[in-house]
């Protein structure tokens, strides 16, 4: 390619690869970011290696010029391999790969200040319900337009007719403002023997500056975290960045705290929930090399660290790490190959690892480091099973005359409980006593589910919500609607009921929904004024509240539905997360399991606490049935709002279904959730051989066909939801 021609991987969605003029005077090189024009619009872009990306070569009369390059740092050789083999592997426009690195406008704007909004406290003279509205949630806050109005739930002229009257007011912000540095010799801990050991292996590593994968296999209080923060000492003590990724923005916030105690102030954070401005700041400092420690959720892993020496990621188990819009990447693996590209150790740490990650210990390609037993003078729990059928709940409530009388003694003893269910709302289903009337979601193949503190039905599927009804819109008759089965909300109401003097706590994503609130509840918890918690998932993993020694499983068998691959693992791991709640101070914990079948080979697992046996097990069956890691899934999933069209798509791509050994093909069939917000949904399912390249035979296959405009192919490659 002649040198004042380029070939730039564009931010659209659709052309993606173009040729450029680069006009006199202006220097690029592999990496660096311009903006280009496509029709009357700017698109930005990076410049790449013609060689890896080839695309159709344009004559050089018709090539257009390059119209700038950013202000920022190229982005680097690893980041665009990196680039190459998400989008290769996944089945991905590499565009929409690189999106994921270019987060933000201060990839190509620079801008060194942005202009926030805040309230000023004046009370405007003309007080619209509106605007009361906004003032109201915006309080402390602070954002562009576009956020408080978000924030505020009102349009865009009430927040500029609010900034006329004085009752908000522009401030400046500094994008540059420099992050404090961590000093790896802030608050070094008291390691047990087993820590002490594993961290010294891990700061060898990060010494050596190559790629190596790590399991960092500790049971739940064992102290892992204060492992891998000696590894990031090492980093820092090198000039090295680290990244680590955790799987919800929710743990966030006691990581930060925790981070700050070692290091003497907070890491760099990044997740969706940050400001524009904070964005800004965070990308520009992550690309320059001067954010030493990053951590955030899964879309941090495409950032252009310059200079990368670890990556950590938490609770490596977390099916959350998988992301199932657009890219259907697992940030899990694809950390471990970022790890491969950088030449830099990854440290997957969990207390129930996936038996992906178990398998490539056995192969002896990832090196396992294990923490067996939990630090200082803390046990493990007492785990025990009430056989629901044995000990039923009174009619109409959900907890066993044995868990309730645990909560009655845990309570008289000043300790705090914790009762698990994996359900927001109040009741997964209403339905009409008189009719049989049940309410669906019109978008959705899913049932309303009842927020009782919203007085509202919404579909945990789409979002779609209507005001909880008074009457039965089929039958029109009145108070004939009934709650069926128990969400949060309801087993709070049963827990006021029979303890009406304990303070209790509800945490879901609907109450814990930013890392303030998150903050909140840990404070609430650790001074102890909640006795009694009841929550989902959110309260499984993370937390470390000494005072806690009671956890309620209230439907162990919930994750047991539906069937798919890695039923049972996941309610192995989210029950012994949930369990690993239970005791970590100095107090003992003990751990009630409600199940319909305590003689499941899970139940049996968790309550003896075998969970080598449990494993060997579940490795076994997926032998068998070759299912990963033995063999590989990718799902063809054809979504459209006319079913028909979907339907004749999906069976024309089953037709041409190529016809191999290695590989079979099931379906067309609708999928488990068959319409999802408003479209219709059919799959095909891909099972093949481990060793065979599925991607480049559905690249082959789909690559060949076409379809109406009105009809979305998407592919799943390694798919973890099967719904
Ligand atoms: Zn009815
Ligand atoms: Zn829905």
Known sequence: MPGNRARILVLHPVLGILDYRVPQGMHVEPGSIVVVPIGPRQYAGVVWEPE??????????????????????????????????????????????????????????????????????????????QRAQALERIGERQGLVRELATIAEVSDAVIRGLVKTGAIEAVVVDTETPYPLPDPNFGPPDLSADQADAASILRQAVGAESFQPFLLDGVTGSGKTEVYFEAIAAALAAGKQTLVLLPEIALTEPFLTRFAKRFGCEPVAWHSGLRTSQRR????AIASGEAMVTVGARSALFLPYPNLGLIVVD?????????EDGVHYHARDVAVMRGRFEQCPVILASATPAIETRHQVELGRYEELKLPSRFGAA???????????????????????????????????????LLFLNRRGYAPLTLCRNCGHRFQCPNCTAWMVEHRLLRRLSCHHCGHTIPAPSLCPECKSEDTLVACGPGVERIA???????????????????????????????????????????????????HFPNLTLVGVVDADLGLDGGDLRAAERTFQQIMQVSGRAGRGEKPGTVYIQTHSPEARVMQALISGDAEAFYAAETEARREAEAP???????????????????ETARMIGRAAPQLAEMHVYGPAPAPLAMLRGRHRFRLLVHARRSFDVQDVIRDWL????????????????PYSFV
């Open 281 to 284: 700041r965070a990308w520009r």
């Open 315 to 323: 609770e490596a188990h977390e099916t959350s790490f998988k992301q």
């Open 52 to 129: 890896r990306l080839p695309t159709e070569e344009v004559g050089d009369n018709r090539l257009r010029n390059l119209l700038a390059v950013a202000d920022a740092p190229p982005i680097p050789a690893s980041v665009r391999r990196l680039v190459e083999w998400t989008a290769d592997y996944y089945l991905s426009p590499p565009s929409a790969v690189l999106a994921m690195a270019l987060r933000t406008s201060a990839a190509f704007e620079n801008a060194p200040t942005i202009v926030e909004y805040r309230a000023t406290g004046t009370v405007p003279d003309r007080l619209t319900p």
């Open 703 to 718: 690559g060949g066909l076409s379809w109406s405009a009105k009809v979305r192919v998407a592919v799943d490659v390694d």
């Open 493 to 543: 109401d049963e827990v006021a009921a029979l303890f009406p003097d304990a303070r209790t706590a509800i945490v879901t994503s609907d109450t814990l929904w930013s890392p303030a609130k998150a903050a909140e509840f840990v404070a609430r918890m650790e001074h102890g004024a909640i006795d009694i918690v009841i929550g989902t998932q959110l309260v499984t993993k993370g937390y």
């Open 629 to 647: 890691p033995f063999g590989r899934y990718a799902a063809i999933i054809v979504s459209s709002e006319d079913k028909a069209a979907a339907e």
């Open 379 to 417: 046990e493990m729990p007492r785990i025990e099973a009430i056989d629901l059928i044995q000990e039923p709940p009174e009619r109409g409530r959900w907890l066993a005359p044995r868990l309730v009388k645990a909560l009655e003694e845990t309570l008289a003893r000043g300790e705090q409980s």
